[in-house]
Nanobody, 114 residues
Framework: VQLQASGGGLVQAGGSLRLSCAAS????????MRWYRQTPGKQRDWVAS???????YIADSVKGRFTIARDIAANTVYLQMNSLKQDDTGIYYC?????????WGQGTEVTVSS
């Protein structure tokens, strides 16, 4: 599946952004739709997942501030990011995993200023 991430930008600390990940086909059968983020010099870290049945999982580092949701009709997954911190700065990637396929989008950049 091809993925197109969008919604990144520059935001002040404490602000909010909503990232979108548009898929080229239905996501209803994708085992896991996931968001990751990467900062320069660091590995790509997992942020959030939503399963094919709608279950959601959030990394401890963003729990209580980020939520993941999907619109199956629109083939889109969202990452709502609230109370943003400078540490949230990075490039955010969406991912679609259904073994053996593991597809990545191109990333959208988020910059949180003080």
């Amino acid at each position: 599946v091809q993925l197109q991430a969008s919604g990144g930008g520059l935001v002040q600390a404490g602000g909010s952004l909503r990232l979108s990940c548009a898929a080229s086909r239905s996501i209803s059968s994708v085992n896991l739709m996931r968001w990751y983020r990467q900062t320069p010099g660091k590995q790509r870290d997992w942020v959030a997942s939503i399963t094919s049945s709608g279950g959601t999982y959030i990394a401890d580092s963003v729990k209580g501030r980020f939520t993941i949701a999907r619109d199956i009709a629109a083939n889109t997954v969202y990452l709502q990011m609230n109370s943003l911190k400078q540490d949230d700065t990075g490039i955010y990637y969406c991912n679609a995993y259904s073994a053996p396929n593991n597809d990545w989008g191109q990333g959208t950049e988020v910059t949180v200023s003080s």
